[in-house]
């Protein structure tokens, strides 16, 4: 299984700035994928991320609010750019478990971002 | 599309008791099924998966599920609660009609035990 980490764990910033959260992985993979968690709620995919392309955005979620990067096979990163209030959620990279192809996925243990 | 509906937002259990999640989905193809559960301030953990193998899948815990494709349920249960157990519970199930077989997620379920 793959062991994920996540900086920052935890932050609260300003309304209108920008936080981006890393993501890192200590086995190589294809696909990393971002989910938010808002408060009380189940998870919601805001892309997913492939090295050497763009990320492919679901419903709802724009790269210019959301930018990612995928550098190379182990590392990720989510913006979340020009905050508000709403954007307080947790925020989780996971990856795919390529060795069996059983769709299960590995979590990092998730940035909690509040917005004042 | 896929979907899936867990039945209840809440269960409150007492400890010792059994304790049963509801999980029902829809799918066009044969699904991949999971539970995962999230503690207070932790991350997620796979309890348990189905990728077509036995119906009666055993995970982590003392938790386990049946799959049962008559009923496209995949309930979570478990003999006795602890009071370890109290956490968020969420039914998963992969969607093979996206390319990147996207997880479909449930509103997820808290269970609540009672000592």
């Known amino acids: 299984s793959a062991v994920i980490s996540q900086k920052p764990s935890r932050d609260i910033c300003q309304r209108g700035t920008s936080l981006t959260i890393q993501c890192q992985v200590d086995?190589?993979?294809?696909?990393m994928f971002w989910y938010r968690q808002q408060p009380g709620q189940s998870l919601t995919l805001i892309a997913t991320a492939n090295q050497g392309s763009e990320a492919t955005y679901e419903s709802g979620f724009v790269i210019d609010k959301f930018p990612i990067s995928r550098p190379n096979l182990t590392f990720s990163t989510l913006t979340v750019s020009n905050m508000s209030p709403e954007d307080s959620s947790i925020y989780l990279c996971s990856v795919e478990d390529e060795e069996t192809a059983s769709y299960e996925q590995y979590f990092g243990p998730g940035t909690r971002l509040t917005v004042t | 599309a896929q979907s899936v509906t867990q039945l209840d937002s809440h269960v409150s259990v007492s400890e010792g008791t059994p304790v049963l999640l509801r999980c029902n989905y829809s799918?066009?193809?044969?699904?991949?099924l999971f539970w995962y559960v999230q503690h207070p301030n932790k991350g997620l953990q796979l309890l348990l998966k189905y990728t077509s193998a036995a119906t009666l899948v055993k995970g982590i815990n003392g938790f386990e599920a049946e799959f049962k494709k008559s009923e496209t349920s995949f309930h979570l249960t478990k003999p006795s609660a602890h009071m370890s157990d109290a956490a968020e519970y969420f039914c998963?199930?992969?969607?093979?009609?996206?390319?990147?077989?996207?997880?479909?997620w449930g509103a997820g379920t808290k269970l609540i035990i009672k000592p």
């Open positions: 998963v199930v992969s969607d093979p009609s996206y390319s990147n077989y996207q997880l479909i």
């Open positions: 086995s190589q993979v294809t696909m």
């Open positions: 799918s066009s193809y044969s699904p991949s």
